[in-house]
């Protein structure tokens, strides 16, 4: 599959250069960051970040939202956006093993891959090392 054959399948949402970074990292190991478009909440009111999140998800026909934090303000705006638009789905405390899931599963519905991703990303994370500190 080309660059050029990638579809945009979802949206990445979050603070600062959260989302063009982990969408970066993306590209670089997959080829596939174009399936991303991405949004930062830098310097923007919370409604500025609904109003751009809608428009974006609107020209791109997106009904995926990935997102750094929980209750953060481009989580908030998903939710706001999902009331309007039950079939989207959003995956909060996005991280890199979660998009990469995502963009290796183009067999199927982007809100079935965003599912299957989302489990794959609370399976990456693992502790490792340290000692208990008894508290």
Do not use: Y
Not at 33 to 61: K, P, W
Not at 111 to 131: F, I, M, P, Q
């Amino acid at each position: 599959m080309s660059e050029a054959d990638v579809a945009v399948r979802a949206l990445v949402a979050g603070h600062g250069d959260f989302a063009a970074g982990i969408v970066s990292a993306v590209h670089q190991i997959t080829g596939r960051g174009e399936a991303f478009v991405v949004l930062s909440n830098r310097d923007m009111s919370a409604s500025d970040v609904e109003r751009t999140m809608r428009e974006q998800v609107d020209a791109g026909a997106i009904d995926v939202i990935f997102t750094d934090l929980p209750a953060g303000s481009c989580t908030m705006a998903a939710r706001r956006l999902q009331r309007e638009r039950p079939a989207v789905v959003l995956v909060t405390g996005t991280n890199l093993a979660t998009l990469l899931d995502f963009v290796f599963h183009t067999d199927v519905p982007a809100t079935e891959a965003a599912r299957h991703a989302a489990d794959k990303g609370r399976s990456a994370l693992v502790v490792t090392g340290g000692a208990p500190s008894g508290h």
